[in-house]
């Protein structure tokens, strides 16, 4: 038993990580964010030759040849760089639907919840969008439809690669609490040395932790259960956290200008849109 | 991220299983929790038959893996844990083994190992809890010997134990860090008075240490004068590393017999309850993996377990209390009747989130040592 990364693992998620902050940084992000939230095909392009969505397909087919312990890491990456677009979809769609594995097809679905993302933007929409109603979407990079009459039980694979990008934000959101927390001053020194302060953050890396162990153990298992036990405990994560990250900004996080609120608002769509906490808990609950 | 095992460790628990299948029908009753004596026979017969069996040394010498499967193991069959033999086998023992001198070595850890001598615990104070450096026990050199009066408190298993781990202070000048020593007290030596505790839960778990003028020698210092501080993180960071295996796994099991009773009782119908009860069997799973993420770290790292434990600690300890609350859920209006099962567990659940480092303290360590916070109040 080594429940550590491997070498190659360490360096799939530094790449990765490096990638996705040259391609999709700070101002990028912002600057789809003020764009209006549209899908930029040049990124997912990319996206698709860096082998984000053939990760898992065998490589005499096309694909990387990696499994789900290596897909959660990178969705991790994913999550944490706030990348916009039916990441999870099309990657589960990779092989199956013609395109995908190359980013030269955008997919998306029908989640059983009654949401559907990046429906405009998508080339294949997979499940029965129907009667589909746009809303005005929370996340200012999800847009979203409504469909009626949706149901049925989210692919084990579609909840775990969520809950890693749920994880991502927990991380991040960690991050940036602690960074803030050590440069802003008041009271005559940086807050981070109060402990009313270094308490949030101390149990935004607790929660962060739990996570991303129940993410990592339910991808070498596959194990259904221990998937949506890991979903609960992601989104509980992502959602506390990004909550906690803004409180520590103070009166800048609930600031437009600051990045915590689209980690929240995203954070919020995850959660929705595949097995959420209470049918997450049911599930775990029923195999007791 | 690997979670199987290798043949050597499953060779190790397939032969532990055989064995404590055969040992366990052969072990006495257990003994009243309030009669003390017997409690220490038991748990001292325990721990001779895995020292004759070979698993004595397992807390110690065993692989970190090892450890866990050790642990694993024994509680899913229902072994008694370390018990009297808590402080010997996890805080002196390590101790000595880690700094001790080849004599010391010699004197004090096979007696532990064959579970013929108990130890307790003197760090605590009625005015050093939390703030362990703020210790004012005092050490005098007189000669060969120390000369030691103070007060020492929430010393589990006093009344049964041959010697006691003491923090005392060896020097009143100076960084307070620096003027602490660890010393070996042996419990009959003449000024040493021991007055039980009652906890909530109706039991004496602990007792008050009173030392006047007792005079022990300076061989059974550990570790050079006033280096007792270093000295006894060396033996903090081993409690806070996988001595709760055991208890994840038994608060698997219990989830599972909260559901089976919640099924028959009716209560199962209540969704709000079905689903706090899958979140925490979710939160102890997870906790299960932290575990096991946290034993291959120590197995890499050379074994002792880091700031790691504080994050495991954090969350188990408060699990922990909501899994007895979630269980007086279950049982209604039982859950006021002390000789129904689980209610004296939520009594002593009530000191998880205060022993062995408060929460409060486990966070500083988490903000300070892990996410480089600077140290502040």
Request: with cysteine; aromatic share 8%.
């Amino acid at each position: 038993m080594d429940f550590r990364l491997s070498r190659d693992q360490t360096d799939l998620r530094r790449g990765v990580r490096e990638l996705l902050a040259g391609r999709f940084g700070r101002e990028a992000l912002r600057a789809a964010v003020d764009g209006g939230g549209g899908l930029d095909r040049g990124l997912w392009k990319e996206l698709g030759e860096a082998g984000f969505f053939a990760l898992r397909l065998p490589e005499d087919e096309g694909g990387v040849g990696l499994g789900l312990p290596e897909a959660v890491l990178v969705f991790e990456e994913a999550g944490r760089a706030l990348l916009p677009g039916p990441l999870v979809a099309t990657h589960v769609a990779a092989g199956a639907v013609p395109g995908a594995a190359e980013g030269t097809a955008v997919v998306t679905e029908v989640s059983p919840e009654g949401l559907l993302p990046w429906r405009d933007a998508a080339d294949v929409v997979r499940g029965d969008a129907a009667g589909a109603v746009p809303v005005r979407s929370v996340d200012p990079l999800t847009p979203l439809h409504r469909v009626p009459g949706a149901g049925g039980a989210a692919e084990s694979v579609t909840v775990l690669l969520t809950a890693a990008e749920q994880v991502g934000t927990a991380a991040w959101c960690t991050d940036a609490a602690v960074a803030y927390a050590r440069q802003r001053e008041q009271f005559g020194q940086v807050i981070g040395g109060f402990q009313a302060v270094k308490h949030l953050c101390a149990g935004m890396l607790v929660r962060t932790e739990l996570a991303r162990a129940a993410v990592w153990a339910a991808a070498v298992t596959g194990d259904a259960v221990e998937t949506a036990g890991a979903k609960l405990l992601a989104d509980e994560a992502a959602v506390a956290n990004a909550r906690d990250c803004l409180q520590v900004h103070g009166g800048m996080g609930f600031t437009w200008e600051a990045d915590v609120h689209l980690h929240l608002k995203r954070a919020w769509v995850r959660a929705a849109l595949v097995l959420p906490a209470g049918r997450a808990a049911e599930e775990v609950a029923a195999a007791l | 991220m690997d979670l199987s095992y290798t043949d050597e460790e499953e060779e190790f628990r397939a032969g532990l299983r055989d064995w404590l299948a055969a040992e366990l029908p052969r072990l006495p009753d257990r003994p009243d929790p309030l009669d003390w004596p017997g409690r220490r026979a038991y748990d001292c017969g325990w721990q001779r038959r895995l020292y004759d069996a070979g698993y004595g040394h397992v807390h110690w010498d065993a692989s970190p893996t090892q450890r866990l499967i050790f642990l694993e193991e024994t509680e899913r069959a229902g072994a008694p844990y370390v018990g009297a033999n808590f402080v010997g086998l996890l805080h002196a023992g390590p101790t000595i083994a880690a700094e001790g001198t080849p004599a010391q070595r010699a004197r004090w850890l096979e007696p532990v190992l064959r579970g013929d001598e108990v130890w307790c615990q003197g760090f605590s104070e009625p005015d050093a809890g939390s703030d362990l450096a703020s210790l004012r026990t005092r050490a005098v050199r007189d000669g060969d010997a120390y000369v030691v009066t103070g007060q020492k408190i929430w010393t589990s298993h006093a009344e049964v134990a041959d010697w006691c781990e003491l923090l005392v202070r060896t020097d009143t000048e100076g960084p307070r860090h620096r003027g602490i020593s660890w010393l070996a007290l042996p419990m009959d030596a003449p000024g040493v008075s021991v007055r039980p505790l009652r906890t909530l839960a109706g039991s004496t778990e602990f007792a008050e240490l009173f030392l006047d003028e007792v005079r022990v020698p300076v061989d059974n210092r550990v570790g050079d004068e006033n280096d007792g501080w270093r000295v006894t993180m060396v033996t903090l960071s081993f409690e806070r590393g996988t001595a709760f295996v055991g208890e994840v796994v038994a608060c698997r099991r219990l989830l599972g017999e909260l559901a089976r009773a919640a099924r028959e009782n009716g209560r199962w119908d209540d969704p709000a309850l079905r689903r706090r009860l899958g979140g925490l069997a979710a939160a102890f799973q997870a906790l299960w993996r932290l575990t096991q993420r946290n034993v291959s770290e120590a197995q890499a790292t050379g074994g002792v377990p880091g700031a790691g434990g504080s994050v495991f600690k954090l969350h188990y300890s408060h699990a922990r209390q909501e899994l007895y609350d979630t269980a007086a859920e279950v049982l209604g209006p039982d859950a006021l009747d002390l000789g129904r099962e689980w209610n004296l567990d939520r009594l002593s659940s009530l000191s998880y989130t205060i022993a062995a480092g408060t929460s409060q303290i486990q966070r500083n360590i988490v903000a300070e040592r892990i996410l480089g916070l600077p140290k502040g109040r």
